[in-house]
């Protein structure tokens, strides 16, 4: 059974560029989460996305960056016109049910470096 | 604002010398506590809910704890290869999940 998997691994993309991220949930999951870790600090929550549907984006800026997770195929979020400060790596978690469990089943994650 | 804190940000122990890592939130409602392990370059591994003050879990060198504002792991003659930052994520009853900055452990034979 395939965990969680994300890729690209490693995105570079100049200022002004587009960074594109996929996660394809492991088997059975249905519910989809995007974090963004920074050297030294913990896990920020982006966005909570069930098939088709987004639950909860209160951590995703409001400007440049968007998320999807459609019926068939990988949820992928989107970094449009990236900045310095977008360079980070961006964790996707899934689990088979909503959050009140807790048991997050984590990708290796996308490490975004951003010239 | 709900948050959660870790403490100490990096801990250095010999192999076998027993500790605790601390985790402190702020009091809004607690869902769950959560703690998670991390190594280099990987995505965090998830290791034990709490859900009440009073509960423990266990899980090999490993016990976690939960009061009403803390938790604690604590961690039983450690080796080696326990060495990772070991992140806890608390869920507040408005569905919000914070994790906390985490604990780099790290284990010297």
């Known amino acids: 059974n395939a965990g969680v998997m994300q890729n690209p691994r490693h995105l570079v993309r100049r200022r002004g560029q587009e960074a594109r991220l996929r996660c394809s949930p492991m088997k059975g999951h249905s519910h989809v989460y995007w974090y963004r870790q920074l050297p030294e600090e913990g896990l920020k929550f982006m966005v909570y996305?069930?098939?088709?549907?987004?639950?909860?984006e209160s951590g995703m800026p409001k400007e440049r960056f968007s998320a999807e997770f459609p019926k068939e195929g990988p949820s992928i979020l989107r970094i449009q016109q990236v900045v310095r400060g977008d360079s980070a790596a961006y964790f996707c978690a899934s689990s088979p049910s909503g959050r009140a469990s807790g048991e997050l089943f984590f990708g290796e994650g996308s490490r975004l470096t951003v010239l | 604002e709900d948050q959660v804190t870790q403490s100490p940000e990096a801990l250095r122990l010999q192999e076998g010398e027993s500790s605790s890592l601390n985790c402190s939130y702020t009091v809004s409602g607690l869902r769950g506590l959560f703690w998670y392990r991390q190594d280099p370059g990987k995505g965090p591994e998830f290791l034990f809910t709490l859900y009440s003050a009073g509960e423990e879990k266990e899980k090999e060198r490993l016990k976690a704890t939960l009061t009403k504002k803390e938790s604690f792991l604590h961690i039983t003659a450690p080796k080696p290869e326990d060495s990772a930052t070991y992140l806890c994520?608390?869920?507040?009853?408005?569905?919000?999940?914070?994790f906390g900055a985490g604990t780099r452990l790290t284990v010297k034979p």
């Open positions: 994520a608390v869920l507040y009853n408005n569905n919000d999940m914070r």
């Open positions: 996305l069930q098939k088709e549907n987004i639950i909860d």
